[in-house]
């Protein structure tokens, strides 16, 4: 047998003990951006260093920051004529709420109909736990990594990455690598594995609507006195027209648009709008008009309203005006975008729209820029070869709608190129109750990893 | 001194005693609109069925109804030829939330420069324990009443007194009287004491608006998935034109404009705007065009989002496009609009408003329709004279932008107008925060009441 099949059988023996390691992995409630989760999120830390040096890494620290621990380990025993890897993840996860929602409870791990429930299964433990146990299988075949891997695991990346880069730019010299690979991203499809050349960027800001002082009796006031939910309403109405085209003036100006021959093969994907509704349960999608779901989805800006509030929301009717709303809102950004532009023209647009007997703020909570990562890359050919050996099929170049900041970062800092080899599947739940993650997948990431790794290492030797 | 002043007086001797009284009516937390406070609602309306015994009605029953008691207690001694006034309150008080808001326990009474701050003291436990210490004084003045009182204290006013039209209907004959007396409405202003002779009607209705099958995450779908958020500001914005009127079709077809009489009445009354938004601290005041304030706050239709939800409402960023939001809508409806006739048209306009990939539904919570009052009874002229002699002012007649169901319920199967006599302020905070009520205008309004029975009986005898 090759050292790439010693290593695969290695990693098949070690599925019992990989799957145990999971489970204990996802019962720790990493929630980065709850401070009651604080100590959680540093025991989850200690946890997973503790792992990797169970898996046979020699260096392993956790790192203190100015937020949450950063897990780092490393072993260059390969040498410097050897190809280095930066492996990176992240072991926080997003809140659960709402948690009734939940069929089982979010942090007690359950395995059904060979998948696992919990917070965090897909995104990201899941997929971190993966490459883990793929460096464990090698160790235990050669005693030894073909190549030097760096192991960088945050615990800030649902709350925006606030301390990585300090930590990156800090030790940019030791995070040295030829290529970062990265498992955060979802699958084309069940069965059908991908690479994900393009990422949204995100502008998420906080809009807050004052109008009285104080809550008030709609009955005693309501008439002269302006109501900050329907202030706040007319404001976010007017950030899309009725077609669902953004009508914040200049959004588009910056977009780069999609060229003739990417959009020929977004469209040869087959992308199917009718499993997209199925999935979600819907009779119609609703997007920008002219672009099909493919490019609406990773290729076109959004705006979305995540989250409102204002007034009353018990049961009965309480007749309140109410003296302040909310609304918390994010738009995917594409090349060409800039966070710090788009927050500024959301900005100066909501201060046209603001109505008589009502201050409005907008606070920008936090953002990433847009990537393109380049496709012909010794990284890329190795992470294809990888997925069609394991997965048995063709590997598909897509895009992504959500945002993996880190991968700006890594370029900008270290200049290294990213591989987002992802193993999830969107239907997942990642921010949603009742998160999991396919099993198979699981098992088809620890092996598509090793390839990775192993084939990274021959094509480059 | 006549019967009048030594009842004057003993209410005066009753003061210590009425106050203290007070503080434990309005320590009982007698939320009515929330299941977990039941049993309190049912020991406040046994506390006040032993107050009206101790202050000296010989019949008092806790009536039991499908939901909250209903407290009623009659004095009939005075015989057929005495006039008959039926005084109508309720016992129940609005939710306390946001509670942080409050600078002390909504239930924990304290009197600070002679007002005293809790949840229900000017809506309407201090108001009705006002008349209850009134009758007190009477029946220690003479040992009986110069009058046939009746007293209805409901326990489900804050919910729309689901429970009162069948208890009012059944005993239709026992309830007969010449006159209702309410104390729930405002003063004009502090020392200027009013009769309402207009209420608005209320429609409130809940939009639930549901998008896909699951919070999803918003990178992930964005773009392709229709947000209920954003659709739900979409329906809110259209349902008024961005000057302020109300865009539901048809909405305005059934309102009897005010007569120009009316009006030059309602502007002779000097209402101050710079008061009002002093009172609300706000820079401008914002209401359907064409109409001056007092005209917008009690005679046209408004349209008021008292509570809206949706989505992530924590701290920080939570990317998530969510399954479902909601908003509490309600109308105030004016002389010739019918509550279930609006609703109709919101119902009907909400439909044409509705979004892709978005369903919608529309759900009737409560509703009162608006009232008029003749100005020109006996039952007014006494409650005038009582307000003058006990303010030492012209008593000024005004209308509402609240509702009080009751009255067009008394009205219709009584066939007994109703006199609303106030004493609270509208800046007492009714259904919000630090609800309080003045302590001056609760002893005046102890004589008020004295003057109005005693008067009226006198009147009319």
């Given at each position: 047998m090759s050292t790439i099949d010693t290593a695969i059988t290695a990693s098949r023996e070690l599925y019992d003990q990989s799957l145990s390691g999971l489970v204990e992995f996802l019962s720790i409630g990493s929630v980065s951006t709850d401070p009651s989760c604080a100590a959680d999120v540093a025991r989850c830390a200690d946890w997973l260093a503790h792992a990797l040096r169970g898996a046979g890494l020699p260096h392993v620290d956790v790192v203190t920051t100015n937020g949450h621990p950063i897990v780092y380990a490393e072993d260059c025993s390969a040498g410097p004529s050897a190809p280095t890897v930066l492996?990176?993840?992240?072991?926080?996860?997003q809140p659960v709420d709402p948690l009734n929602l939940w069929t089982d409870a979010p942090f007690?791990?359950?395995?059904?109909?060979?998948?696992?429930?919990?917070?965090?299964?897909?995104?990201?433990?899941?997929?971190?736990w993966a490459h883990v146990k793929a460096l464990e299988a090698m160790y235990r075949t050669g005693g030894r990594l073909?190549?030097?891997?760096?192991?960088?695991?945050?615990?800030?990346?649902?709350?925006?990455?606030?301390?990585?880069?300090?930590?990156?730019?800090?030790?940019?010299?030791?995070?040295?690598?030829?290529?970062?690979?990265?498992?955060?991203?979802?699958?084309?499809?069940?069965?059908s594995p991908s690479l994900v050349y393009g990422l949204r960027g995100l502008a998420y800001v906080q809009i807050d609507v004052t109008g009285p002082n104080r809550d008030l009796h709609s009955g005693s006031y309501g008439g002269a006195v302006n109501n900050p939910i329907n202030a706040l309403a007319h404001i976010i109405a007017a950030l899309k027209d009725s077609s669902g085209r953004i009508a914040i003036p200049g959004f588009y100006d910056d977009v780069i648009?999609?060229?003739?021959?990417?959009?020929?093969?977004?469209?040869?994907?087959?992308?199917?709008?009718?499993?997209?509704?199925?999935?979600?349960?819907?009779?119609?999608?609703?997007?920008?008009?002219?672009?099909?779901?493919?490019?609406?989805?990773?290729?076109?800006?959004?705006?979305?309203?995540?989250?409102?509030?204002?007034?009353?929301?018990?049961?009965?009717?309480?007749t309140v005006l109410p003296s302040k709303a909310m609304a918390k809102v994010s738009m995917r950004l594409v090349p060409g975008q800039s966070t710090a532009k788009v927050v500024q023209q959301l900005t100066n647009y909501v201060k046209t729209l603001v109505q008589p007997g009502i201050s409005v703020t907008v606070t920008d909570l936090h953002g990433a820029n847009p990537v393109l990562v380049p496709r012909d890359t010794p990284a890329m050919r190795a992470a294809a070869s990888a997925l069609e050996t394991t997965f048995g099929t063709a590997c598909r170049y897509t895009r992504e709608g959500g945002s993996i900041p880190v991968v700006e970062l890594f370029d900008r800092v270290l200049g290294s190129p990213t591989v987002l080899m992802g193993f999830g599947l969107n239907n997942e739940n990642a921010h949603s109750p009742d998160e999991h993650f396919?099993?198979?997948?699981?098992?088809?990431?620890?092996e598509a990893a090793v390839r990775f790794y192993a084939g990274y290492a021959a094509e480059r030797s």
């Open positions: 492996f990176y993840g992240h072991y926080d996860v007690n791990p359950i395995v059904k109909n060979d998948t696992i429930y919990a917070r965090g299964a897909t995104d990201d433990k899941g997929q971190v073909p190549l030097n891997v760096k192991v960088l695991i945050e615990g800030e990346e649902e709350i925006g990455s606030p301390n990585l880069a300090p930590f990156v730019e800090a030790r940019r010299e030791a995070l040295r690598c030829d290529a970062v690979v990265i498992s955060d991203t979802p699958m084309f499809a069940p069965g648009p999609l060229s003739q021959e990417e959009r020929d093969e977004l469209a040869a994907l087959g992308y199917s709008d009718e499993t997209l509704k199925a999935d979600v349960n819907v009779d119609e999608l609703f997007g920008e008009p002219g672009f099909i779901t493919p490019e609406r989805l990773w290729a076109r800006p959004t705006l979305d309203v995540n989250g409102i509030l204002g007034g009353f929301t018990g049961e009965g009717a309480k396919s099993l198979e997948n699981f098992r088809k990431g620890i």
